[in-house]
C-alpha cells in the first residue's frame, strides 16, 4: 500500500514562497501519476496540480503562473513549488497518488498547512 507524506508547509506573508514536499513509499513511483490538492477551512477540497510520470502537468487557473509541480523519480518525491502566495492560498496542502497517468487518484496524504498572512 502507498504511503505520502507531505513536508514544508509554515506560515508566510503575502508574497512569499513556499515549497511543498510529498515522499511516497510502497509503489513503483515513476510510473505512478501525482498530484496536490488543498482544502480551506469550510470550503471543499480543490485540484491544485497533477503531472503525469512523464512531467506533464496541470494547473488550477488559481495557481497558473505561481505553482510548480515537479517530480524526482530517483528520490520518489513530487514538489509543489509556491510563489507570490497570497492569503487565499491557505489551506491544508494534500498529495495524492494514482497507479498510473490518467487512472483515478486513489490516495491522499495526511496534508501539510500553509498559512499566508496578508
Known amino acids: 500500500q502507498v504511503r505520502l507524506v507531505e513536508s514544508g508547509g509554515g506560515s508566510v506573508q503575502a508574497g512569499g514562497s513556499l515549497r511543498l514536499s510529498c515522499a511516497a513509499s510502497g509503489s513503483s513511483f515513476s510510473i505512478n501519476a501525482m498530484g496536490w490538492d488543498r482544502q480551506a477551512p469550510g470550503k471543499l477540497r480543490e485540484l491544485v496540480a497533477t503531472i503525469t510520470s512523464g512531467g506533464n502537468t496541470g494547473y488550477a487557473d488559481s495557481v497558473k503562473g505561481r505553482f510548480t509541480i515537479s517530480r524526482d523519480n530517483a528520490k520518489n518525491t513530487v514538489y509543489l513549488q509556491m510563489n507570490s502566495l497570497k492569503p487565499e492560498d491557505t489551506a491544508v496542502y494534500s498529495c495524492?497518488?494514482?497507479?498510473?497517468?490518467?487512472?483515478?487518484?486513489?490516495?491522499w496524504g495526511q496534508g501539510t498547512q500553509v498559512t499566508v498572512s496578508s
Open positions: 495524492k497518488w494514482a497507479s498510473r497517468d490518467y487512472a483515478p487518484f486513489s490516495s
